[in-house]
Structure formats: structure tokens, C-alpha cells
């Protein structure tokens, strides 16, 4: 996990823990394998964490992934567990598709409140009836909740120890949701804004990423350092953590690409900053 995620250290052995845990049949039988509840700014690597350690126990393709700004209305429920006796749902059909994984409930404050009673059934007792009447058991899932309560602390209270931002995040969080809701869940976990040592790591790691995957395409490239510095100086958003940094390195390296098999036919060489772009140097 420390090698995908960068900056959240503090978090990643407690984390590691529960799995475990749950990995050595330590769970109740009758509730979801694990349930999680991250909480922090936007782009510091909840999804990532839970990409990272489903990829790790189940294999790709095992994340199951819920936007729940989409579900802000009644029907909410409806769309979710079937809406007639023959319509299960999208969770329903998922649930009937596979045996285990993970459920992912992205930014769950964002959610209508009749949601929240759903959620209560899969975190205790770990089942769900659809609209079918079937009942299907999360007993084999882990259900993991993000939210972006308390990120406005987190961002003000940067001279603050960490324990102390911890604390008045989750005091949020308790404030903000009902009361019934935090018991049900394993583990909160809070995650630290991303501080520009950190950011330079997630810059090393999507270049790797992207000049791979480039590779596979036949274009082989470098990057300089002082590329990477460009790179990261302009990917950097202290507001909204990695996500603009990713779109900063694929798109800058993609268009050097570009260009360079305009000017040549081929892209291969070192990558070195020209001005307010980047382009490949060959030979």
C-alpha cells in the first residue's frame, strides 16, 4: 500500500490491521467482511487506498464503485435495490453477479437521507432485501464509505498536530451523520492533506505509470528532472490534492508525444521542459 499511496502513512498499519483481520476469518460470520469509513480532503487517496488493497486480496475488476452525488433524490433507493418484483437493482445485480469484492459508496454525505437506512442494513445485520424479495448477504464484501466531511478543517488547521486535526474531523463527521451509523462501521480512518513532499512522490510514481504505458504503444521515453519539476509545478493544487497533478502529467506527456510524431514519425528520447511545454528530445 505504501508503494501506491503517498502522504497517508499515519493511516496505512492500522489499515493494514483490519485486514487482516478480516483476511483471517476474524470477522462476524453475519456482517460485511470489513466496513471502512475514509474521510478527508478530495484527491489525497481514498479511492486509491481502496483500489489498492481490493487489487491486492481479490484481483482486478472487483471494485464496485457508487457516485452518490448521482443519488440526491427518492428514487434514490429505487435505482439501487429494484424498483418492481422483477427489477433488483444495480446493487442487487451486482450483488447476484458476484460473491465477494468491494463496495464503494463515493462521498456519502451527498446522498439522500433514506440512503443512510439502507446502509444500515448492509453494515448490520449484512444483508439486503430487494424489490425482488430476495435477500442477498454482504458477508463476503467489504463496504467502504468516503466522505469529504471535515476537509475544510483539515485545509485550515495545517499548523495543527495531526491528532488534533483527526479529532476535530471526526467530531465533524459525528455531528453531520446520524448516530447510528458510526457504531456499525469498523474503522474510521482520516486522511492527511497532501503536503508538496508528498505531491512530488505521487508525480514520480504517474510518470512511471504513464511513460509505461507509453512504452507499450512503441514510444519510448525519459523524463528529465527538470521535467518532473515541470511537471509537478504545474500539476500542484494544495485545494485539490493528486487528481489535477494526473491530468497535468498524462495530458503534458501525451501532447509531447503528439507533436513529436508530427515533427519525426516517431516519439523516442528524453523529455526536457521548452518553455510552457514539454518536448521529446531525440537522438
Not at 451523520?177 to 456499525?184: A, M, S, V, W
Not at 512503441?218 to 518532473?228: F, K, W
Amino acid at each position: 500500500m505504501r508503494h501506491h499511496l503517498r502522504g497517508q502513512d499515519h493511516l496505512l498499519p492500522r489499515f493494514a490491521a483490519a485486514l487482516l483481520c478480516a483476511e483471517l476469518g476474524l470477522a462476524n460470520p453475519s456482517r460485511p467482511r470489513g466496513s471502512f469509513l475514509f474521510i478527508g480532503p478530495t484527491g489525497t487517496g481514498k479511492t486509491e487506498l481502496a483500489l489498492c488493497f481490493t487489487d491486492y486480496v481479490f484481483g482486478p475488476d472487483h471494485v464496485h464503485r457508487f457516485d452518490l452525488s448521482e443519488y440526491q433524490n427518492q428514487s434514490a433507493v429505487e435505482k439501487l435495490i429494484g424498483a418492481s418484483p422483477t427489477d433488483r437493482g444495480l446493487l442487487g445485480r451486482i450483488l447476484a453477479a458476484h460473491s465477494c469484492g468491494t463496495l464503494l459508496f463515493d462521498e456519502m454525505e451527498k446522498a439522500h437521507p433514506l440512503l443512510l437506512d439502507l446502509f444500515l442494513q448492509l453494515l448490520d445485520p449484512g444483508r439486503i432485501t430487494l424489490a425482488t424479495g430476495e435477500t442477498m448477504s454482504v458477508s463476503g464484501w467489504y463496504l467502504i464509505f468516503t466522505s469529504n466531511l471535515g476537509s475544510a478543517e483539515v485545509m485550515r488547521m495545517e499548523r495543527s498536530s495531526f491528532a488534533t486535526i483527526e479529532a476535530a474531523v471526526l467530531r465533524r463527521v459525528t455531528q453531520k451523520l446520524r448516530p447510528e451509523f458510526g457504531p456499525r462501521i469498523n474503522e474510521k480512518f482520516v486522511f492527511a492533506r497532501l503536503t508538496p513532499e508528498a505531491q512530488r512522490e505521487i508525480a514520480e510514481l504517474l510518470v512511471t505509470r504513464e511513460l509505461a504505458r507509453l512504452r507499450g504503444l512503441g514510444h519510448d521515453l525519459a523524463v528529465s528532472s527538470a521535467a518532473l519539476e515541470f511537471l509537478v509545478r504545474e500539476g500542484y493544487d494544495p485545494q485539490l490534492g493528486a487528481r489535477p497533478l494526473r491530468r497535468t502529467v498524462e495530458r503534458n506527456l501525451q501532447e509531447a508525444v503528439v507533436r513529436s510524431l508530427f515533427a519525426h514519425g516517431f516519439a523516442r528520447g528524453r523529455v526536457e521542459p521548452d518553455g510552457a511545454r514539454l518536448t521529446v528530445m531525440s537522438g
